[in-house]
């Protein structure tokens, strides 16, 4: 019998022993899911696509696009595999993240400002070289971004859940936070990050210091970081938040030491031709009875 499989995008190629139904996340699924046994979650489609989870009796696989699944393993019926997209997002999130870093050390924000004005005033500003750069979470994207941060000249730090050589483990944070011009927290959301950026640690910073988060909002504590940037402690670069998305009264929106991007860094178009790569191997991983790549857990 052949296997059904439920894909995001029409243009994949898919084996010629499975059958394709499609669903975007745009508007209601198709009918006659009940013999989907592989099904590819549509990336960044708000939170429908998920829910269909539990309505796939013959599901067998899930494959997501994204390189966090915490929010899904609540949802996958027991014998059921998860694959993650490690590695699909690593030069997107790399790139917005040195983006973030150099738009606030050279304070583009105030320079966009200033065009519609027409005003030539000008004021020498901060650099990435010769920076010390704490990289809070280094797996595939943690060394990606680090790429971007040596080849700016930047000193890195690395820092991960447990030390290693090379590599601080993240109990060492509070004798690394006051030597450090940025921060960066590439970090997935579990019990153990929550949190972790609370007031102790953002006023054990240097003055003036950069927090960059493009992992998960929630290893921040929203108010107290909105009360360093207020009280112009510290700075921020943001592409996640708690919540999401943040309200539009938010202070933090129009603090001059914050700059915000709505969670967009994993998703810049070099990760659709890899995406898409991916689902097609595992399709065929899939059609093979082969072991997918990526499996969570």
């Known amino acids: 019998m052949t296997a059904r499989v439920l894909l995001p995008w029409t243009d994949l190629t898919v084996p010629a022993d499975l059958e394709a139904a499609y669903y975007d996340g745009s508007g209601a699924p198709p009918e006659g899911l ?3 046994e592989f099904y590819v979650l549509p990336y960044d ?50 790139e917005h993240t040195l983006a973030l870093i150099l738009a606030a050390q050279h304070d583009l924000p105030r320079w966009f400002r200033q065009q519609p004005e027409g005003s030539w005033a000008r004021e020498h500003t ?20 680090e790429r ?11 820092v991960a859940s447990r030390a290693r050589d090379g590599v601080h483990g993240i109990d060492e ?7 450090a011009d940025i921060v960066v927290l590439v970090l997935p959301d579990t019990p153990g990050t929550r949190g972790l950026l609370g007031a102790r640690e953002l006023a054990a910073l240097p003055q003036d210091a950069l ?32 919540p999401e998305p943040l309200p539009s009264g938010h202070p933090l ?20 031709p890899r995406a898409k790569r991916l689902v097609e191997q595992q399709l065929v991983r899939f059609a093979k009875g082969e072991t997918l790549a990526n499996l969570v857990g």
């Open 34 to 36: 009940d013999g989907i």
């Open 126 to 145: 901060r650099s990435l070289a010769d920076c010390r750069v704490l990289l809070v979470g280094y797996g595939s994207i943690g060394k990606a971004i």
């Open 148 to 158: 971007y941060l040596v080849a700016g000249e930047a000193e890195v730090v690395r």
């Open 173 to 179: 944070l509070p004798e690394l936070l006051p030597g």
């Open 211 to 242: 927090v960059v988060n493009v992992g998960r909002g929630t290893a921040i504590d929203t108010d107290a970081l909105t009360t360093a940037v207020a009280e112009g402690r510290v700075r921020a670069a943001l592409d996640v938040l708690d």
């Open 45 to 94: 489609s708000g939170p429908e696509p998920p829910k269909l989870i539990p309505r796939l009796p013959s599901l067998k696989a899930v494959q997501a696009l994204s390189a966090g699944v915490d929010n899904l393993l609540p949802l996958i019926p027991e014998g059921v595999q998860l694959a993650n997209g490690r590695g699909l997002h690593d030069l997107s999130v790399a």
């Open 253 to 272: 929106w129009t603090l001059p030491g914050a700059i915000i991007t709505p969670h967009v860094a994993g998703g810049s178009a070099s990760f659709y």
